[in-house]
């Protein structure tokens, strides 16, 4: 997840921020400088897989997880497993051993040494363009003996990256025996993503102030019914100098000031304006 996604993510978090009385734009930009700081992101999805993949793969009872990447159309979690930046078609497998978790990538030839770059502690096998990558990941999870195998398909839409046309050509690669094993991923994300490691924490710790100052500067702006929710969102976009999705939006019709929370604050309702 990129710096910009998690201060969008991080704003049902500031209930847990403490009371800020003034807006503070040297705080934000101190902020916003840490976590522009490097590229933790790597060490985090190394220490997820490392340190919490082994236990969500046992909850849910699964020993094979393959997750397809692609350019264009990618899997929703193709970033937490490294294939964020995937071009052909590529493919992340995990089994479960008694050490944790032994990890195959399957990617174009074109790819291999940027992946095993990027990705040391995986095996990675080139494919080359006319070779297909299920009938690739079908050979891996017959040499693994795979019992019980993770595709994302699921009513979950981050564990749902599975398409039709690729669920098609995996059960014809993996024959009826090893299809017939196939599980959806559902529970084994929800338990590997639902835990954040402390790295993750400071981050968010850290958006979630920015946000919160981002959002009293915006409010305290506000001028009842002439203020929209388009401006508050552009002044938003502008001081946290991330880019957003700004829609029009109707007057924001207040009756009383917009403080900096409490039984003072005012929140929009179903209608987009502010009661």
């Not at 995986?122 to 080359?128: G, H, I, N, P």
């Not at 564990?159 to 299809?179: N, S, V």
């Not at 559902?186 to 790295?199: M, Y």
Request: aromatic share 4%; proline share 5%.
């Amino acid at each position: 997840m990129s710096v910009t996604r998690m201060l969008m993510a991080t704003s049902v978090v500031l209930a847990c921020t403490a009371p800020v009385e003034q807006p503070a734009e040297g705080r934000i930009e101190q902020l916003a400088a840490q976590l522009r700081e490097g590229d933790p992101w790597p060490e985090i999805r190394e220490e997820h897989i490392r340190t919490l993949l082994p236990g969500a793969m046992d909850a849910a009872g699964v020993d094979a997880w393959v997750v397809f990447c692609r350019e264009n159309a990618n899997d929703p979690l193709a970033i937490h497993v490294g294939g964020g930046s995937a071009g052909g078609a590529a493919a992340y497998l995990f089994f479960r051993t008694a050490e944790g978790v032994d990890r195959v990538i399957i990617a174009p030839s074109s790819e291999v040494i940027t992946i095993r770059e990027r990705s040391p502690n995986s095996r990675v096998e080139a494919r080359e363009r006319d070779q297909n990558v299920f009938g690739a990941v079908a050979n891996e999870l017959r040499a693994a003996g795979a019992q019980s195998i993770a595709v994302n398909q699921s009513d979950l839409a981050a564990a749902d990256g599975l398409t039709a046309t690729q669920d098609a050509e995996l059960r014809a690669a993996l024959g009826a025996t090893l299809a017939s094993r196939l599980r959806s991923s559902q529970e084994l994300v929800i338990r590997w993503l639902g835990v954040k490691i402390p790295a993750e924490l400071a981050i968010m710790r850290k958006a979630a102030e920015i946000t919160d100052l981002i959002e009293r500067e915006a409010f305290l702006t506000v001028v009842p019914g002439q203020t929209t929710t388009a401006s508050c969102t552009r002044r938003y976009a502008i001081a946290s100098k991330v880019s957003a999705w700004i829609t029009p939006g109707e007057a924001i019709r207040a009756s009383r000031p917009v403080l900096t929370g409490g039984a003072g604050a005012i929140w929009p309702d179903s209608s987009n304006r502010v009661t």
